[in-house]
């Protein structure tokens, strides 16, 4: 049988090593936390899911320089989603493309609640390829938008379809999802 005083050392012991174990996974906790955000980017950015669209510098050039071809068409189907108290809907459902053909469409946008609110769209592709030839000469997803309370407002999306395009790709389908930026309306005023 251990002593009063043995007994108090190995407590002690037992103590001090949870404690490290503790500290360590703190530490890794706080470590996994610190890089989530760079690293649900990189996940994003490599499976094309919910990536900001920034504006191609080089479209608008490659658009004036690009040749139409007549001899094949794309059909571009459009959908919305919205996510909280918005409503987003393309006019057309769909339009039947030549390669570097430029193109026009309009989404309305509703916002639903009493109140103003800034939202960002997000553009998915599919199939994943076509977004890096589906190029986008403007668009309402490359910054947020404001909207009064109840207000509606029309959003042209310009674009053409790279002719590199491959061959196997007949249709491609644009969606967008709305979302609402939390706190953006209050820095805005």
């Known amino acids: 049988m251990l002593g009063i005083g043995a007994r108090l050392s190995a407590t002690r012991a037992a103590n001090r090593t949870i404690l490290r174990k503790l500290l360590v996974v703190s530490v890794l906790m706080f470590g996994f936390g610190w ?4 690293l649900y980017r990189k996940i994003c950015e490599v499976t094309g899911i919910n990536v900001l669209t920034v504006r191609n510098s080089d ?3 490659s658009a004036k320089n690009t040749q139409v071809n007549t001899a094949r068409t794309v059909v571009v189907e459009f959908d919305a ?3 909280g108290a918005w409503r987003l809907r393309p006019h057309i ?27 960002q769209a997000i553009p998915s592709y599919a199939p ?23 207000e509606t407002r029309q959003f042209p999306v310009v674009f053409f379809i790279d002719p ?21 309306v209050a820095a805005v005023q």
């Open 35 to 38: 890089a989530l955000i760079p």
């Open 59 to 61: 479209a608008e050039s």
């Open 81 to 83: 989603n919205a996510q």
């Open 93 to 119: 459902n769909h339009v039947a493309v030549h390669p570097g053909e430029l193109v026009q469409v309009q989404y309305d946008l509703v916002n639903l609640e009493p109140r103003p609110m800034a939202g």
């Open 128 to 150: 994943i390829r076509a977004a890096q030839y589906l190029q986008k000469l403007e668009c309402f997803c490359f910054r947020q938008q404001t909207l009064a309370a109840g």
């Open 164 to 184: 590199k395009l491959p061959e196997d790709v007949k249709t491609i389908t644009l969606s967008y999802t709305f979302f609402e930026v939390a706190g953006a």
